[in-house]
């Protein structure tokens, strides 16, 4: 499937060979190996330097415990499979609620930013919900949908919802007037408008909606999982405050953390084919 490309691209590309003396950048020059590993490294100075701290007795490490001590903790929650248990259930909350709220973002984002009756008429709403609190929702779904999966997934959308709409809105309306007046110095139809020009030029703003939304989710799907869920991260972190266990509490943030991470990078992976078109200043600066 082929990503579309508009008029404007066209004629960048077709005079690409005019602009001698760039030499092209290399992959291997662009992402060195090194910088790969580069993200890892704060976190990793962070914990030596709690580790040796609370060994070296300068801190008690009682309500914060020590690496060694969470990383403990997560293992023995791998063997006995209860951490696969509540990660599982929670990435399908997040999945089922994200998949909905993008969805729906995504339609009415595109009919607000596209008529201006559309938007009078909606955003005003849209934009004063998007300033409730998640958990302001909860009595109301439970009271709605009871307190099994339907309202975890709500909450959830609506989370997810509101970055994506205002992000496609707000690209909808930001199209530069000049690349309309373009298509139309090239008789492109209607269709051929939206695919060459408005698509393009909204894509990006979309695809960083849907990471915002996505980080959104995982956000909300705390406040989800606090109404009465028996399983999932966030019954891990009410579990270990309970028990009065930071080790728990601590190994379930890591492993939103990494979980929120994984999600976001397999987004941008799927998604980067739609947007190859664009020539970015990265890795030039």
Request: glycine share 10%; charged share 15%; proline share 6%.
């Amino acid at each position: 499937m082929n990503a579309p490309q508009s008029p404007v691209a066209d004629t960048v590309l077709a005079n690409a060979g005019a602009n001698d003396g760039v030499p092209p950048v290399s992959a291997s020059r662009v992402w060195p190996s090194w910088r790969v590993m580069l993200g890892i490294v704060l976190p990793l100075l962070l914990a030596a330097g709690w580790e040796l701290a609370v060994r070296g007795g300068f801190a008690q490490g009682r309500l914060m415990p020590p690496p060694s001590r969470i990383f403990a903790t997560l293992a023995d929650l791998v063997r006995s499979g209860e951490l696969w248990t509540h990660v599982v259930a929670t990435l399908w909350r997040v999945m089922a609620g994200f998949a909905l709220g993008a969805a729906a973002g995504t339609l009415m984002g595109a009919l607000s930013g596209s008529s201006e009756t559309v938007r009078r008429l909606v955003d005003p709403t849209l934009q004063s919900l998007r300033a409730v609190p998640s958990i302001a929702w909860v009595p109301l779904f439970l009271l709605w949908l009871g307190i099994f999966e339907a309202s975890k997934v709500a909450l959830i959308a609506v989370g997810v919802f509101f970055p994506v709409y205002l992000g496609v809105a707000s690209a909808i309306e930001g199209i530069d007037r000049k690349l309309i007046e373009v298509g139309r110095v090239f008789r492109l139809g209607r269709v051929a408008m939206v695919r060459r020009v408005l698509l393009p030029a909204v894509l990006p703003a979309w695809l960083t909606a849907l990471r915002s939304g996505l980080g959104l989710g995982f956000m909300f799907v705390v406040a989800a999982e606090f109404m009465g869920a028996s399983e999932g991260l966030g019954y891990l972190l009410t579990d270990g405050q309970q028990m009065g266990r930071p080790d728990r509490i601590l190994a379930a943030i890591i492993t939103f953390a990494l979980l929120g991470k994984l999600c976001d990078t397999i987004l941008v992976l799927l998604t980067r084919p739609l947007v190859r078109w664009q020539d970015t200043a990265r890795g030039r600066l």
